[in-house]
């Protein structure tokens, strides 16, 4: 599974963007879906996840109630919609599939196949 995430860019503090990850050469319908983000000098951390159904979301505390998580699965799609943006969330945001033998949707280690990533800037 290829993945393709899109949708990054520059926005003022308070502002919105929404991410989107395209998958080809495979189907996510078979995968817990997660999105991450990994700022200059610091590790990748866990932002969202999404179940295979859609239905049951998680999210990082950081932006729980601002950031919602989706997907399509018809569509080979998932989405990430950021509302409230804040300094903080500037990052490159990634995309990623879970995979089916692991439980830590929370960890990097819990998924197999990652996009190339978006960057997502947050001017005060």
């Known amino acids: 599974v290829q993945l393709q995430a899109s949708g990054g860019g520059l926005v003022q503090a308070g502002g919105s963007l929404r991410l989107s990850c395209a998958a080809s050469?495979?189907?996510?319908?078979?995968?817990?879906m997660g999105w991450f983000r990994q700022a200059p000098g610091k590790e990748r951390e866990f932002v969202a996840r999404?179940?295979?159904?859609?239905?049951?979301?998680r999210y990082a505390n950081s932006v729980n109630g601002r950031f919602t998580i989706s997907r399509d699965n018809p569509q080979n799609t998932v989405y990430l919609q950021m509302n409230s943006l804040k300094p903080d969330d500037t990052a490159v945001y990634y995309c990623?599939?879970?995979?089916?033998?692991?439980?830590?949707?929370?960890?990097?280690?819990?998924?197999?196949?990652w996009g190339q990533g978006t960057q997502v800037t947050v001017s005060s």
């Open positions: 990623a599939t879970g995979d089916p033998g692991s439980v830590e949707y929370y960890s990097p280690s819990g998924y197999i196949y």
């Open positions: 050469g495979g189907t996510i319908s078979g995968y817990r």
């Open positions: 999404v179940s295979l159904s859609g239905t049951t979301t």
